[in-house]
């Protein structure tokens, strides 16, 4: 008695009296139930993301494994297992008494603690605990702990294990829940990592060479230890032999193999996504973590995404993806000072198609890598955003439409003008300014009176301003939070100023492509959505967040802003961004102060794609620049992300049917009254277009 309790202080056995009676079924009665987490863990797996046709974007894991049934497993993974660790499994209870006396024998001979009885079930029950406790180091460390305590607590879960689920089940639970050391959990994991191939594959060296591992990962790690590797799988061999699982001739076939690695790097993380979609994978990423659908708190939703075993459908178009891609990259060198971002959104649904940015997914900056995604709100893995200049004056237009104003109004449009007194929600803007701040307008003879068709054409700035003083700030602002722009990109509030409606609120990509998406959908809007469908590995539906759609504007608004910002493209700022074959668009440019921002946003009624210009952190004033090679006095948005726009659309509609434009008939205005210099009435100045501005 006195060497058996010498053992079990070691941790290396089970209490005296369990040496004597435990493995008796009727002993197990009066211990409470296990829980079930011990029946059927909650074992961490890997994560697929898909895009929208089935391609693999990435694998991503806390931990790499892939659970396999039994009949999934190869026989001899199974056998060597069982042949190196608890030989007698199938034939004892979940406490090995001989093993134990053997143990305590060899022990007491040699004075030392280098004999153990666990039996395989024992040594699951340890895993489990291991693996409950995650990433919470002092929790895995309390589950290694060998105390008299652990010890019993193990062992009657052992033994109520024993009684609930079949010897094979537990084999199977050990395979899939063990670790085998450079980040692979399992025996697939393993197999995939040290031979690039499934376990039910594997030979009869390499699937001893897997259950050698186990005793002590990093000590017979064949890649950095492989004469260590090749002795312990020798052992493993020779009990495989001695059990009888294996004949002579196998057994010499084996040990004289080479190790035979083809050793598969840990591929894990966005870092891996195919090219160009690693900023969408970790947008998917952040999705999971943030959206109440996947769980009712911050702890929850990171438990769920942990835990893995998942298949993520996404939204992401890879031809769209791929025109996106080529549009930036071939517009704009990832070494220049600029960067250039780009957005595609399925009108009507929210579906976002794709993603793209000049500067590659990564960590090293002497490649230019970046981890943020231009593209998006910092809530979601990008930046501040950027000014959208004149791509929001369409959001003016439409809080002015659906304010009663018709698609012909017209006002006075001066030069310049001092910032007019203007109502917003919560009372009055007042131009206190010392001197005033003034708004001018592009060009030296832009002025008016202009109506709303010409003015978009030429992005006249005092005719918004001039609108958001007859409408009022509030119905500007609350048009914005109808079509998702709720906060600036940095999530700081939007400010009440004249000047919003000109677009100094810095906002994303995305978020302007999904505005543009709405324009497109006849005043439909949707939240951008990234996630088509989730599976688990063993096809069951999980819950996904379902698209909220819903009208934030007539269509009679629709259709006429339709018209005007087709006439931006047909005459107006943008008219150089036309389509192959004629096909009918409608958009708008725009261009930040300082031309530190320059955009294109616009739409056919299948896509809607923005494209942002600028330096990545907002410091570039895009004057006297050379972008892709190509001195640049100044960037405008129309040859800027122009091009850029106009190479994504036509690659991505490349084959698709040309739909038309809902659009109104909103007359041209009227001659002017004033005489010209020969005496003769004036045209309207959107019948000549400008040039490359704004």
């Known amino acids: 008695m006195s060497v058996v309790s010498g053992v079990l202080l070691a941790g290396l056995a089970l209490p005296a009296a369990g040496a004597l009676g435990l493995t008796a079924k ?5 211990f409470e139930d296990i829980p079930d987490d011990f029946r059927t863990p909650p074992l961490t797996q890997s994560t697929q993301i898909f895009d929208a046709k089935g391609g693999l974007i990435a694998k991503v894991y806390e931990r790499d494994r892939t659970v396999l049934t039994a009949d999934q497993m190869s026989p001899l993974t199974r056998q060597a297992q069982v042949d190196i660790e608890d030989a007698r499994f199938y034939e004892h209870g979940a406490v090995d008494l001989k093993g134990v006396l053997r143990a305590a024998s060899k022990n007491a001979e040699s004075g030392t603690a280098s004999q153990g009885a666990s039996t395989l079930t024992q040594q699951y029950v340890k895993n489990v605990n291991v693996e409950k406790a995650g990433d919470d180091q002092a929790a895995v460390k309390e589950a290694q702990r060998k105390t008299l305590g652990r010890k019993i607590q193990e062992l009657k879960v052992a033994v109520k294990l024993e009684e609930e689920l ?17 980040g692979a959990y399992g025996v697939e994991a393993a197999s995939q990592r040290y031979f690039s191939k499934s376990n039910r594959d594997l ?135 600029v960067s250039a971002a780009a957005s595609m959104v399925e009108p009507g649904t929210g579906k976002i198609l794709a993603m793209a940015q000049t500067r590659p997914y990564g960590l090293d900056k002497d490649r230019n890598q970046t981890v943020v995604n231009l593209n998006v709100d910092l809530a979601m893995g990008g930046g501040n955003g950027f000014q959208p200049g004149s791509t929001f004056k369409p959001i003016v237009a439409a809080a002015a439409l659906e304010a009663g104003r018709p698609p012909t109004q017209e006002y006075p ?22 001197p005033k701040a003034v708004v001018p307008n592009e060009s030296a003879n832009e ?40 906060t600036r990109a940095s999530g700081k509030p939007l400010d009440e100023v004249p000047a919003m409606g000109l677009g100094v609120e810095e906002v994303s990509p995305l978020t302007m492509a999904n505005v543009y998406a709405t324009f497109a959908a006849q005043g439909t809007y949707c939240a951008p959505i990234a996630i088509n469908k989730i599976t688990t590995l063993d096809g069951k539906d999980v819950p996904a967040p379902a698209g909220r759609c819903g009208q934030v504007f007539s269509e009679t608004t629709a259709q006429a802003l339709n018209t005007v910002l087709n006439g931006v493209t047909e005459n107006g700022t943008g008219a150089k961004a036309n389509l192959e074959g004629g096909r009918q668009i409608a958009g708008k440019t725009g261009t930040s102060d300082h031309k530190k921002a320059a955009w294109f946003s616009g739409y056919t009624p299948q896509l809607a794609t923005a494209v942002w210009l600028g330096g990545p952190n907002g410091g570039v004033e895009m004057r006297n620049i050379t972008i892709n090679g190509k001195y640049r006095a100044e960037v ?29 008939d909103i007359p041209d205005p009227a001659p002017r009254t004033d005489p ?5 009435p004036t045209s309207p100045p959107a019948t000549t277009p400008p040039g490359p501005q704004r």
Request: glycine fraction near 8%; charge should be positive.
């Open 676 to 680: 010209g210099p020969s005496g003769a």
């Open 636 to 664: 405008f948005g129309a040859d800027g992300p122009g091009p850029i726009w106009q190479d994504a659309m036509n690659q991505a509609l490349r084959g698709a049917p040309k739909v038309p434009l809902k659009m109104a």
């Open 26 to 30: 009727s002993t197990a009665e009066g």
């Open 166 to 182: 079949t010897k094979d089940q537990i084999l199977t639970n050990y395979l899939n829940i063990t670790y085998y050391g450079n």
């Open 203 to 337: 030979t009869i060296a390499e699937a001893a060479t897997l259950a050698g591992l186990v005793q002590n990962p990093s000590a017979y790690d064949p890649k950095l230890h492989p004469q260590a590797a090749q002795t312990r799988r020798n052992v493993v061999i020779d009990k495989m032999l001695e059990n009888k699982h294996i004949t002579a001739d196998q057994a010499k076939e084996a040990k004289a193999a080479p190790l035979g690695l083809t050793f598969k790097e840990p591929q894990n993380g966005c870092i891996t996504a195919q090219a160009g979609m690693g900023f969408f994978c970790e947008y998917v990423r952040r999705v999971v973590k943030q959206d109440p659908a996947f769980g009712n708190s911050v702890a929850e939703r990171k438990k769920f995404w942990d835990q893995g075993g998942l298949n993520i459908y996404t939204t992401l178009d890879p031809d769209k993806q791929a025109a996106a891609q080529n549009a930036v990259s071939s517009n704009v060198r990832v070494t220049d000072s």
């Open 447 to 486: 002025k008016g009176p202009y109506q709303l068709k010409e003015a978009m054409a030429l992005s006249v700035n005092t005719y918004f301003v001039q609108m958001e003083q007859d409408i009022g700030l509030c119905p500007v602002k609350q048009m914005a939070n109808k079509l998702g722009i709720t």
């Open 413 to 434: 449009s001066p030069n310049k003008l001092e910032y007019p007194t203007t109502k917003t929600c919560t009372g009055t803007w007042k131009n206190d300014a010392r």
